[in-house]
């Protein structure tokens, strides 16, 4: 992360450097990713050009949105659910269909910080919950998972 400090000022000032910072750095590291901090949806559109760039950008309201730091914040099994839930809805159609394809989803999205118990554990309390239902090695999910 580095701080730059902007100069000139007008309507959309802020929201240009960012276009052409991101810009500049996509084109020496094709592997960035970039995490724009703003309610602002007006960044949606540039966003979505980027992404079609291949460029790997994501806006956030606040830095505790950031997934990553989200998933790394998330300590109670509550917490942690709802990171899972929230991975689920992006993942739409493509959820993990078996028990053992969902621990590993859980596994990488909590960075393999978490036992196999733990893992274990989050999908109990998620079938528990109701968020899904365990059929042998088969998983379906409720309407709230996406």
């Not at 996509?26 to 703003?38: K, P």
């Not at 914040?73 to 969902?102: D, M, Y």
């Not at 910080?113 to 899904?132: C, F, H, P, R, W």
């Amino acid at each position: 992360m580095e701080y730059i400090k902007i100069s000139g000022h007008g309507l959309n000032a802020l929201d240009f450097h960012i276009a052409y910072y991101i810009g500049r750095l996509a084109a020496e590291d094709q592997t960035a990713y970039f995490h724009i901090i703003s309610k602002d949806t007006g960044f949606d559109p540039l966003i979505r050009h980027l992404r079609l760039k291949k460029i790997f950008v994501s806006r956030a309201k606040k830095v505790s949105d950031i997934p990553c730091i989200k998933v790394s914040n998330s300590k109670s099994a509550a917490e942690r659910i709802e990171v899972i839930l929230g991975k689920l809805r992006q993942l739409k159609a493509g959820k993990p269909k078996t028990l053992k394809a969902l621990g590993s989803t859980i596994t990488v999205l909590f960075q393999k910080q978490l036992s196999d118990q733990e893992v274990t554990g989050l999908i109990n309390k998620m079938a528990n919950k109701g968020y899904l239902t365990v059929s042998g090695a088969k998983i379906t999910y409720a309407q709230v998972c996406g």
